[in-house]
C-alpha cells in the first residue's frame, strides 16, 4: 500500500471510529470529555496556524472563544435570536476584535502580539466579569440546545457528531490551506519578511488574516461551548485558559495540524486526572495542575519543541507530492523589452546609515540581453546596492527607475510585481518544505487564489500550473531530480540554485542575484553560467554580485567596480581587468 | 470632584506608578540583555510580600524550599554538564558544593531565624536574601539552555514560568492574602494631603534604586558589560563577556527588585498568592510605552499607568483593569506610527 493510500485508510478508520463511539457503550464521561477535547482543537488548530506556521503567537485565543460564546449567550437568551444566526454574528464581532488588535500590532515586531492579546485576554474578562446585562461574574443560564432539522442537540452524544464533523472539516480545511499558495506565504512570513516581500507576499496581510483567521476558530468554539455547556461565565475565558490553549497546541506539535487534536487529548486527559491526584497530594484543592502544566511546557520546549505529533510523522512514510501537473496550462508570462533597451537606471543612489554613507551617489545602467557584473571588494557596498534597487532598504537620496518608472521608495513586494526578482546572499527559504514548495513562492505573484478558495480547494488548477512552472526552472537549473527533497536537506550549492529556479518563477524582467557561485562546485558554476547566457539570450536582463572573478570575467557583458560604497569603474571585463586602480582596491598599493 | 480629590487620586496613582517603575525597569533590562519577555516578573512580588508574611508569623516560608530544590537541580545539571566536559571529578564535587554553599547559608539562618520573629528590618533583608537567588536559578534551569532561541519560544517558556510559580505560590503562601505591617507609621498632612511614612519610603527606595541601577551601568565594568550584551550578544561574547553570566546578573537583578517591590506593597495591599501577575504586567504595560528598550520611557510611562490606575478606579472602579490594560492598544498604535516597521529576522 502507498503511503498516501494508507495516510488516507488512517484517516477514515478513525473518522468511522469516532462516528461509531457515541452508539457504543462508552461511558458518558468519555463522551463528555471528546467533546470537550474538541471543542479545545478548534482553538489549538488557530494557534498552529498562528505560532507553528506563521511564527506568531497569541494568549488571548480564550476570550476570542468568550467572544462567540458570549455573543452566542447574550442573543439567544435575551433576545432569542435563533442559534444559527448567533453564530455568525459572533463572528462578525470576533473578527472586527482581531482586525483591531492585529491591526495595531502586526506593523512591529513579532512580541508585540502576544503581549496585546495577554491585555486582551485580561481586559475582556474584566469586562465580562462586571457587564450586569452578561450577568456579571455568574454569567448566563438557559442558554437553549442547538436544533438541527428538528433534532435538539442536548445531549453528549447528539452534540458530538456536530462537534466533530466541524473538527475534522476545519482540520482538513486548514491541512489543504497549508498545501496552497496562501499556505506557502503564510510559512515564508515566520523566516521574517524580507525574502517573503521579494516574493510579492503582502506580510502584512498575510499576518493579520493568520490572526483572524485563528481567532474565528476560537469563535466557534465559543459558540459551539456556549450552546454545549448551556451557561456561560468568564471562567473559562480567562487567561489562565488562553495559555492552556497555547499549551495543548505545543504539546502536540505547534508545526502539524494534526498536533492539535493531539495536544487537546493529551493535555485535557492529563488535566482531569491531575485535577483527581493533585488536591489529594496536597491535602486542599486548588489549580495545583498548573505548576504541572508550567513546568512540561518548559520541558518540552528544551526537550522536544517539535511535540508529541513530531514523533508520530517522523515514523510514517513520507508522502511524496502527486505530479499531477504535467498537462496543465502555463502560466501567462511577461512581455520582454526590446534587446538594448535600458531595463534598469539607477541614477546618484546614496545610502547613509548614520554618519557612514554606505552608498555614495552610484549610477549605473542594465540593458535588456544583458548581464552587468556588479564586483568590489567586501564592505564595498554592493549587498546595500541590490537592497537599494529591491526596495528592502530606502535611498536616502538619489532615483531608481525600471522601463523608466521610478520605483525607488515602493515596498519590495511592489518593485517584485514590477518585474525585479531576486536571491540573497544568505540563502533565505523554509527549510520544512519541498524544492518544489519553495520554488513556487517564486511564482506567488502569477497566482491569485487567497485563504478562502484555499480551504475550500478550489484552487487546483491554479497550483497545478504553478507546480508545473516551478518544476520548469528546476530542471533548467538542473535540479529536475530534487524536487521533492526538503530543502533544509540540501548541501549549500543546490540551495543557491533553487533560490535562482524560484526567482526565475516569478518570470522577471531583471533577474539580481547576489553571490550565485558561493559555495558551488566547479561542474555546478559552469552549469550555472550556461543557464545564465541561456537567459540573457532569451532578453533577460541580470545584474550579477559575485566574487569568482573567472566566472564574472568569462560571462558579463559589462563590470561595474565598487570600493567604499563609491563606483570605482565601470567597463567591459578587458578594460576592468587592466584598470590599476582596480588592482590598487583588490590588492593594495606598493609605496 | 475637588482639587483635594485630585490631590489624594494624582499621589496614590505616583505612589504606584513608583513601584511599577522598578518593575518596568527590571523588564526593560531583562529583554534588553537576554531577549526574554519576563512574565513572571510579577510572581517574585508576591513571593517577597508573602515571604515577609509568613516571616511575620514565625513560619518558615515555602520559598526557601524553592530555593533548595532549585539550587540542587542545578547543582545537578552543572555537574552533569561539567563531568561531561570532561572535568575531573573532584573538581565537579567542589564547583557544586561551592554553587550550593549560599543557598545552605540562606536555608540555615532562615530556619534558625524564623521563630525568633526579628526586627520587621531583618525580616525584609531575609526575604530579599530568599527571593533574590530564585532569578537566576530560573534563568539557569528555565531559559539558559534556550538562550538562542527565538524571542517567540522565550516568550512561551515566560508563560510556563509563570504558571508553574504562581502555582506553587499557591502550595507555600495558601489561598488567603496578607497585608504586611507598615515599615514607618508615622503620617504627615499637608492641606487635604495626607502623606504616610510608607508612601515616603516607596519613593525614596525607589528613587535610590533607580540612582544606584543607573551608577551601576555608567561606572562599574559588570554593568557596562551588560550594556554590551544588550546591544550585540555575539559582540560581547567575543571581547570575553560571558552571556550567561550576564543572563543570571539580569535575572537575579529582576528578582531583587520583584522582591523589594513586593516589600514596598505589602503594606498598602493585601497580597494573595497570584497578586504578583497583574502588578508585573502593569509594569509590562509602562515598559511597553519606552518599546521594551528605553529606561526613562518605561519609568513614564510607570507613572502614568499609576494615575490612570487610581483614577479608573475612582470613577469606575470595577473597570479599573479593563481601562489599565486597554490603553496598551492606544500606546501601540502609538508606537507603530512613531517607529513603523522595526521588524526582526529571525
Redesign the interface.
Known sequence: MSPRALRRYVLIAFAVLLALMPQLPVPEFWITQANYIGLYTLVALGLVLLTGVAGLTSFGQAAFVGLGAYTAAYLTVTYGVSPWLTVWIGLGVTALAALVLAWVTLRMSGHYLPLATIAWGLSLYYLLGNIDALGKYDGLLGIPALKFFGIELNTGRSYFYLLWTLVLCATIALTHLLDSRAGRALRAVKGGTTMAEAMGVNTFRTKVTAFVLAALLASVSGWLFAHFQRTVNPSPFGLNMGIEYLFMAVVGGVGHVWGALVGASAVQILKDQLQVWLPKLMGTSGNYEMIVFGILLVLVLQYARDGIWAFVESRLPRVHRKVDWVDAPALASRPRPPHGEVVLDVNAVRKEFGGLVAVNDVSFQVKAGEILGLIGPNGAGKSTTFNLVTGVLPATRGEVRLMGQRIDGLPSREIARRGVSRTFQHVKMIAGMTVLENVALGAHLRGHRGFPSALLRLDRAEERSLMREAEAQLVRIGMGASIHELAGNLALGPQRLMEIARALCADPTLLLLDEPAAGLRHKEKQGLADVLRQLRSEGLSILLVEHDMDLVMGLVDRVVVMEFGTKLIEGTPDVVQASPAVRAAYLGTEH | MDASIVGILMLDGATNGAVYALLALAIVLVFAVTRV?F?PQGEFVAYGALTLALLQLGRVPGTVWLLVVLALLAAVLDAVQRARRGVPLAQVIVAALKSLAIPALIVGVTLWAAPLKLPLVVQSLLTLAIVTPLGPLVYR??YE??AD?????L???S??????????G??FF??EGFRNPSFWDARFSAGALSLSGQTIIIFLVSIALIVALYLFFERTLRGKALRATAVNRLGARLMGISTSGAGHLSFGLAAFIGALSGLLIGPATTMFYDSGF?IG?KG??AA?FGG?ASYPAAALGAIFVGLLESFGSFWAS??K??IV??V??PV??W??FQ????????
Open positions: 519577555i512574565i534551569l528555565a539552555k534556550l532561541a527565538t524571542v517567540l519560544v516568550l512561551i517558556v508563560v510556563g514560568v509563570h504558571f508553574a510559580l504562581t502555582g506553587l499557591l502550595v495558601g489561598a497583574l504586567l509590562f504595560v511597553i521594551l470595577a473597570f483593569e479593563v490594560f486597554t496598551i492598544i501601540l498604535l508606537r507603530s517607529h513603523g516597521h522595526d521588524d526582526e529576522e529571525e
